[in-house]
Nanobody, 116 residues
């Protein structure tokens, strides 16, 4: 069984920075895709950044401010968030995917709150 554990969330002032981590555990091999999603209160979960074999894709709302990275040897993923805004407040989730057979894994989420 694969488990994903996020960490690094917290309370930060507008303009500040946070770095999220996603560490997998259990029996796994290299994921085909890893990504970060977020869900704000009353809103649907949305993609923040996705790391594939072809590169990294970002939501327009975070381009230029957030950077996703992955250490392939450990399947560990990070999200460096700079210039944070109140609208970035959400629970951030780590996601990992195997294509064959198709398997999706989710972490438990970590709260990010951007407030004065």
């Amino acid at each position: 069984q694969v488990q994903l554990v996020e960490s690094g969330g917290g309370l930060v002032q507008p303009g500040g920075s946070l770095r999220l981590s996603c560490v997998p555990s259990g029996n796994f091999f290299s994921f085909n895709v890893m990504g970060w999603y977020r869900q704000a209160p009353g809103k649907q979960r949305e993609l923040v950044a996705e790391i594939t074999s072809g590169g990294t894709n970002y939501a327009d709302s975070v381009k230029g401010r957030f950077t996703a990275s992955r250490v392939n040897a450990k399947n560990t993923m990070y999200l460096q968030m700079n210039s944070l805004k109140p609208e970035d407040t959400a629970v951030y989730y780590c996601n990992a995917i195997y294509f064959v057979p198709r398997r999706d894994y989710w972490g438990q989420g970590t709260q990010v709150t951007v407030s004065p």
